[in-house]
């Protein structure tokens, strides 16, 4: 598939999570095979007020390319100005959030709100062509609610509006993250429109991959909580779509030190103070069904130092040898 001029390798991309996907990640998600990346979403408003927590999220580095820069807002007028902005960093496309659950998002217009309105959501969306020489791209989800389902009437608008790529989150807004994904509004949009259309929701593993592109014909999958704690799944997916393989997870010692690596890199970005801190949740994921996670997860909650979160990978590596 291909992002305007861009040809893309691999079979799966990192969707954006805001509290997640912050540079660290997305570098160690790129080193593990995703096909690009999405930054955490970033206020339009922050952005054209020069708010520095909105600067510091936008900000990529060469490690991670090509990588995406996500905007949020409900202005079409502000929205072309964070557009400008966002492509200063040299990002490869610009992705507009039309599906954020967040009620302190879709609670002032933005987000999964723009589902009520896709006549906004298209001016939004050519406003932000218009203002930019990178494509632009949209994420959205199947509707507002199940009532409300009416992801292909806005995908043809935002098509219309100059969108070069849309993604599909199969879920409404008011089932946040709860299932079922609907595969079949995914499917309906891929056949109603020209651009390509990417399928996202619930993918974990090889077998949710293939089922997504097998079911619904989209052209490209993104994956979001399926890679937390599991970054190599980008190369599993790979590998399978490449060349058939079916690789196994790494070692409990490979996993462990990749979640070092990955913490060493978030500390390196932030700061230990905020880094250490942000670790125990990313160091709850890695250690997920692991053999003693539970008392695990204790000593985690109080992780203050790197050595601290080496001895806890040197007892988690100990305790899955005595299985």
Same mark, same amino acid.
């Given at each position: ?22 540079? !660290? ?257 990313? !160091? ?31 007892k988690v590596i100990e305790s899955a040898k005595e299985e």
């Amino acid at each position: 598939m291909n992002i305007g001029n861009l040809k893309l390798n691999g079979y799966a991309a990192l969707a954006p999570m805001a509290g997640v996907t912050d540079r !660290a990640f997305r570098e160690i998600c790129i080193n593990y095979g995703a096909s690009y990346t999405v930054s955490e979403m970033v206020s339009s408003k922050g952005l054209t007020m020069k708010d520095r927590k909105s600067d510091f999220l936008m900000t990529i580095g060469e490690k991670e390319m090509p990588a995406l820069v996500q905007i949020f807002g409900c202005e079409p007028a502000t929205m072309a100005e964070a557009a400008k902005k966002a492509e200063q960093t040299g990002c490869v496309a610009i992705d507009i959030n039309m599906g954020c659950p967040a009620p302190k998002v879709a609670g002032h217009g933005g987000g999964s709100a723009l589902m009520k309105d896709p006549q906004l959501a298209a001016e939004i969306t050519n406003a932000c062509v218009n203002a930019v020489k990178v494509p632009i791209t949209c994420k959205i989800r199947s509707g507002w609610d199940e009532d409300n389902i009416n992801a292909v009437e806005m995908a043809k608008l935002l098509e219309k509006a100059g969108a070069s790529v849309l993604t599909i989150h199969g879920r409404t807004r008011k089932q946040m993250y709860a299932p079922p994904v609907n595969y079949d509004i995914i499917k309906e949009v891929k056949n109603a429109l020209t651009i390509p259309v990417i399928g996202n929701g619930d993918i974990t593993d090889i077998e949710s991959a293939k089922y997504m592109y097998d079911y619904t014909g989209c052209d490209f999958i993104m994956i979001g909580r399926g890679a937390l704690g599991s970054p190599w799944l980008f190369e599993q997916i790979n590998a399978y779509f490449e060349k058939g393989e079916i690789l196994p997870d790494p070692a409990i010692e490979e996993k462990m030190q990749i979640m070092i690596n990955h913490i060493e890199k978030l500390c390196e970005y932030k700061g230990d103070y905020v880094g250490m801190r942000e670790a125990r949740k990313h !160091a709850g994921w890695y250690i997920k069904g692991m053999r003693g996670a539970a008392s695990f997860r204790r000593e985690i909650g109080t992780l203050e130092t790197m050595d601290q979160l080496k001895a806890l990978a040197d007892k988690v590596i100990e305790s899955a040898k005595e299985e």
